[in-house]
């Protein structure tokens, strides 16, 4: 199994979640895909890439364990993401033996792609589990400014004929 597992959403779009997250003013539709791959001998690596849609991408690790046929050697998997200086290195997420530790479940590992999974050492087979999370805009939502932008020029216009009545009304009493 050297091919990554991309298995799409159960869910169809007028069942996916809608969301509105802190401090956004509309709507977002989370789109969930599981994603799976294979670290071993003949594929060290594996990409998550970037995406040039426009949309917030995110890439949730959840389980690295080894398979069966694992010889009983350290498999040490990394994690290469951009961090906030630009730096790309591997650093170790996990380490795994077969007759110490087969499995680890893993909370809170969250990256923006590129992301590329790496085994650094040992011959696996490793097998990564995660989900990749995609945020995007919910065409139904309509922006609630759309609207107000007609309420207020018709109140700005309101407000011109009160000032213009009330200076006439100043101008006829004191003339």
Same mark, same amino acid.
């Given at each position: 199994?050297?091919?990554?597992?991309?298995?799409?959403?159960?869910?169809?779009?007028?069942? $996916?979640?809608?969301?509105?997250?802190?401090?956004?003013?509309?709507?977002?539709?989370?789109?969930?895909?599981? @994603?799976?791959?294979?670290?071993?001998?003949?594929?060290? $690596?594996?990409?998550? $890439?970037?995406?040039?849609?426009?949309? +917030?991408?995110?890439?949730?690790?959840?389980?690295?364990?080894?398979?069966?046929?694992?010889?009983?050697? %350290?498999?040490?998997?990394?994690?290469?993401? $951009?961090?906030?200086?630009?730096?790309?290195?591997?650093?170790?997420?996990?380490?795994?033996?077969?007759?110490? %530790?087969?499995? &680890?479940?893993?909370?809170?590992?969250?990256?923006?792609?590129?992301?590329?999974?790496?085994?650094?050492?040992?011959?696996?087979?490793?097998?990564?589990?995660?989900?990749?999370?995609? @945020?995007?805009?919910?065409?139904?939502?309509? &922006?609630?400014?759309?609207?107000?932008?007609? +309420?207020?020029?018709?109140?700005?216009?309101?407000?011109? +004929?009160?000032?213009?009545?009330?200076?006439?009304?100043?101008?006829? &009493?004191?003339?």
């Amino acid at each position: 199994m050297n091919s990554p597992l991309l298995l799409p959403s159960l869910l169809s779009d007028e069942e $996916k979640p809608v969301v509105v997250l802190w401090g956004q003013e509309h709507p977002h539709v989370l789109s969930c895909v599981s @994603l799976g791959c294979e670290l071993n001998a003949s594929t060290r $690596k594996y990409i998550v $890439k970037e995406e040039d849609d426009f949309l +917030e991408h995110l890439v949730s690790l959840k389980t690295i364990c080894l398979g069966a046929e694992a010889k009983d050697e %350290l498999n040490v998997v990394a994690v290469a993401a $951009k961090n906030t200086y630009g730096d790309n290195t591997p650093m170790p997420i996990a380490s795994l033996k077969l007759s110490v %530790l087969p499995m &680890a479940t893993l909370d809170g590992f969250e990256f923006t792609p590129p992301v590329d999974f790496v085994l650094k050492s040992g011959t696996g087979p490793v097998y990564l589990h995660g989900q990749h999370v995609i @945020l995007k805009d919910h065409e139904e939502y309509e &922006a609630p400014c759309e609207g107000l932008e007609n +309420e207020e020029e018709e109140t700005e216009a309101e407000m011109e +004929e009160k000032e213009k009545s009330v200076v006439e009304e100043e101008g006829a &009493a004191s003339g």
